[in-house]
Antibody, heavy 115, light 110 residues
Framework: QVQLQESGPGLVKPSETLSLTCTVSGGSISSYYWSWIRQPPGKGLEWIGTIYYSGSTNYNPSLKSRVTISVDTSKNQFSLKLSSLTAADTAVYYC?????????WGQGTLVTVSS | QSVLTQPPSASGTPGQRVTISCSGSSSNIGSNTVHWYQQLPGTAPKLLIYNSNQRPSGVPDRFSGSKSGTSASLAINGLQSEDEADYYCAAWDDSLNGQVFGGGAKLTVL
């Protein structure tokens, strides 16, 4: 069974850049699409972006200028960078496998943007 | 404001049938399949229905999905207390070139 685990800082300062990594175990990162999705406290889900194992990406237009998603097949990991953070970026960040739908999700990691 | 529209809440008594609606547009539900997620408190979303009416292995057949035009529905038969959760619809959006979600419906089992 594929398992995903997010890792990264839980607290980031405004204007700084968030960096999160998702480690995939129980299966190869190859031949699949991988996504980042976030959920502000008490609110709904928002798609951030998706990467294919080959490195091709597509991003939510509302975040595109601040987002970079990359993949490291040698480590079976993919990563998210989100720049110019504000309080509105405070959310639980999930990594997931899939493009149009996601059958496998990480447990999520809460990222708080605060000075 | 979510791209897909869901009622914020739904409720029912044990054993009852409950439906949750999801409305979209021609660029998402109208031209692509719909997926449903169940999110129990404090946990990650779990895929409940994919491709409008398919259930992943392990999902009880009490859960079913349907789609018509630019709308979709999730039906839960024989409601159980453990079904109390938030339910989200999702679809690919051809204009956005990405996934879009509904705002979520909180299901309460009375």
């Amino acid at each position: 069974q594929v398992q995903l685990q997010e890792s990264g800082p839980g607290l980031v300062k405004p204007s700084e850049t968030l960096s999160l990594t998702c480690t995939v175990s129980g299966g190869s990162i190859s031949s699949y699409y991988w996504s980042w999705i976030r959920q502000p406290p008490g609110k709904g889900l928002e798609w951030i972006g998706t990467i294919y194992y080959s490195g091709s990406t597509n991003y939510n237009p509302s975040l595109k200028s601040r987002v970079t998603i990359s993949v490291d097949t040698s480590k079976n990991q993919f990563s998210l960078k989100l720049s110019s953070l504000t309080a509105a970026d405070t959310a639980v960040y999930y990594c997931a496998r899939g493009k149009t739908y996601c059958p496998f999700w990480g447990q999520g990691t809460l990222v708080t943007v605060s000075s | 404001q979510s791209v897909l529209t869901q009622p914020p809440s739904a409720s029912g008594t044990p054993g009852q049938r409950v439906t949750i609606s999801c409305s979209g547009s021609s660029s998402n539900i109208g031209s692509n399949t719909v997926h449903w997620y169940q999110q129990l408190p404090g946990t990650a979303p779990k895929l409940l229905i994919y491709n409008s009416n398919q259930r992943p292995s392990g999902v009880p057949d009490r859960f079913s999905g349907s789609k018509s035009g630019t709308s979709a529905s999730l039906a839960i038969n024989g409601l159980q207390s453990e079904d109390e959760a938030d339910y989200y619809c999702a679809a690919w959006d051809d204009s956005l070139n990405g996934q879009v979600f509904g705002g979520g419906a909180k299901l309460t089992v009375l």
